[in-house]
Every structure is written in structure tokens, then in C-alpha cells.
């Protein structure tokens, strides 16, 4: 009996020391989870300092770097602005003084055409004038032909002088001086009767046209 009491006590004895040294033995891992927890905490909590540190130095640097791109930006602007202002005046007075030439050269070719085209309608006009001239001439002196010949190359009824050869003036006076009875011999009869209907313009007309016989 004593024994087997004895027995029990020793197997009861080992049972409990080997649920302290089991306790024990299972303790130990426990706190060593907390401590590598505790430091993966700080280690990470470290990693975001680091990060948060990292970040405000970029963001300050941005900043920095930006007041200063913005700060040439701004420098570079006015300089282009004041180049532009600059190219744009000289562009400007350039632009006044080719328009200018411009314009004073319109006005010289403006001028000269209408010189020219003065002149053209003067050359037109005076051309239908010597044209009706001539044609008014040959037309009056029709009836002088049949004595004095196509270009006053005869003596009118073999007695007065050749024509063909007088100028304007000489012809002029001679058929005035008929007109009014103050020129002529033994022709004076005859050519009052030819020159009494005629006017001045008329004798004119004729005197120019006979004057061009050659």
C-alpha cells in the first residue's frame, strides 16, 4: 500500500514538473513574438517617419523649384514681350513708310495716266478735228478745182496766179481781200461770187487745206 502511495506521489510529482517545464518552455516563444512585433512596429512606424521626412523635403524642393521656373517664367515673358513690343514698333514704322511709297507712288501713276490719257483724248480730239478740217476743206474747194486744178497747180481760166505753192496767210488774205472786194484784178469778179457765202472759219478752212497742196 505504502507503495503503491508512493508511486502516485512520485508519478504526480513528474506529471507537475513537466507542465511547468511544458508552461515554461511555451512562455518563452510567446514573449518573443511580442518583442519581434514590437520592433517590426517600430521598424515600420521608422519606415513612415522616413517617408513622411522624405516626402516634406521633395515637396519642399518642388516648391522651391517651381517659385523658381515661375519666377524665369515670368522674366522670360517680359523680355519676349518687350522684344515683341520692340519688333512690333519697328514692324509698324516700317509698315507706315512702305505705305506711304505706296501711296505717293499710286499718286504718280494715278497722275501720269490721267497725263496720258488727257493727252490721248487731246491727240483723238485734235485728229477728228484736222480730219474734219481736211474733209471740210476738200468739200469747199470742189468748186475752186475746176479752175485752179485737183492741187491748185493752174492759172484759174489761164489768168491768175498759181496757188499750189502759197501758204495759209498768203491764201487767206487773198480770199478775204475778194470777200470784201479789196484784193483782185481781172479775177475779183469771179471769185467774189465764189467766196461771198463763205464765213470766216469757212475761208480759214480753206486757205489751211490749199496751203497743204505740194
Do not use: R
Request: glycine share 6%; with cysteine.
Amino acid at each position: 500500500m505504502k507503495k503503491i502511495l508512493l508511486s502516485s506521489i512520485v508519478a504526480v510529482a513528474i506529471f507537475t514538473g513537466c507542465n511547468e517545464s511544458t508552461e515554461t518552455k511555451t512562455e518563452k516563444p510567446a514573449v518573443q513574438v511580442e518583442q519581434k512585433v514590437e520592433k517590426d512596429v517600430s521598424a515600420e512606424a521608422k519606415l513612415v517617419e522616413q517617408v513622411k521626412e522624405s516626402t516634406a523635403k521633395i515637396t519642399q524642393v518642388v516648391k522651391e523649384a517651381s517659385s523658381e521656373v515661375a519666377s524665369k517664367v515670368a522674366e522670360e515673358s517680359k523680355e519676349i514681350a518687350k522684344k515683341s513690343s520692340d519688333a512690333a514698333t519697328s514692324i509698324g514704322t516700317k509698315a507706315q513708310v512702305v505705305a506711304k511709297e505706296l501711296t505717293d507712288e499710286i499718286v504718280n501713276k494715278t497722275k501720269e495716266v490721267k497725263t496720258n490719257i488727257e493727252s490721248s483724248i487731246d491727240n483723238i480730239v485734235e485728229t477728228k478735228k484736222d480730219t474734219n478740217i481736211a474733209s471740210k476743206g476738200k468739200s469747199l474747194y470742189l468748186k475752186c478745182a475746176g479752175c485752179h486744178g485737183q492741187n491748185g497747180e493752174l492759172k484759174a481760166l489761164g489768168k491768175s496766179q498759181i496757188i499750189k505753192d502759197w501758204d495759209d496767210k498768203q491764201i487767206l488774205d487773198a480770199l478775204v481781200g475778194y470777200k470784201e472786194g479789196t484784193y483782185g484784178s481781172a479775177m475779183k469778179g469771179v471769185m467774189i461770187a465764189q467766196v461771198s457765202s463763205l464765213s470766216k472759219d469757212d475761208l480759214q478752212i480753206l486757205a489751211e487745206y490749199i496751203s497743204a497742196f505740194k
